[in-house]
């Protein structure tokens, strides 16, 4: 379809949600840089926000307020597509995200699965019934292994590793890593830290894997306590 300016981003129809559900959110944007290029239209932030939402709803709605583009989601998702990460693309502010040679890879084997992006005459009644789901669902969204790993990555305790001054952490660290309390039972403090290790295995992040064994590791008596 023709895109003459970010307003016509606003005809497009979203893809069924089963189509894209089990792809990781930094292709889905991806897929979304590329088009944007592809129409000469800026490779912002805010195009971005609002061109993932329209093409992919059940990952880009607002928690709550679904009838708007999650702002923060697709910024996560362009940090996680920097070199140091994924290695899909670079961003430039006030320019744009731009992809790099395994971007550009990532985004057309997305187009040969799914196809181009259509406009609201080709698949309305699908667009419907989808927008309509999505906005009457009451369960709360899945947690996604890049939102998972965008956090740990923020967190204190992370940095100490990274930083290479592990030997300073302590206790109350891991506890605010894990959003526990001192006196919440080991079950569930094993089991957060499960989920980080379940989330860096799906994106394969060996860094994020190592450090959530040295996790492990360094805290085993207290994370074991009874």
Avoid: C
Avoid at 34 to 60: D, I
């Amino acid at each position: 379809m023709e895109i003459r300016g970010t307003a016509d981003l606003g005809r497009l129809e979203p893809f069924p949600t089963e189509i894209y559900e089990p792809i990781a959110l930094t292709t889905l944007t991806a897929y979304s840089v590329f088009w944007l290029s592809e129409w000469g239209l800026q490779t912002s932030l805010e195009n971005l926000a609002v061109l993932n939402f329209r093409l992919f709803p059940a990952k880009f709605a607002m928690v709550g307020w679904p009838q708007f583009p999650d702002f923060n989601r697709t910024n996560r998702s362009v940090l996680q597509m920097r070199p140091k990460y994924r290695n899909l693309a670079t961003s430039i502010t006030k320019k744009g995200v731009f992809l790099n040679e395994n971007g550009a890879r990532e985004a057309q084997a997305l187009i040969n699965r799914i196809g181009a992006p259509l406009n609201s005459g080709n698949r309305s009644s699908t667009s419907r019934s989808l927008v309509q789901s999505v906005r009457g669902a009451s369960r709360p969204r899945t947690i996604h292994p890049e939102d998972q790993v965008s956090k740990l990555k923020s967190s204190k305790l992370y940095q100490l590793y990274e930083q290479n001054r592990w030997q300073e952490a302590e206790a109350i660290d891991l506890v605010n890593f894990l959003e526990v309390y001192d006196h919440t039972p080991s079950k569930e403090k094993l089991r957060r830290l499960g989920e980080y290790k379940q989330a860096a295995d799906q994106l394969g992040d060996q860094v994020v894997q190592k450090f959530v064994e040295e996790v492990a590791s360094r805290f085993r008596v207290y994370l074991h306590k009874r």
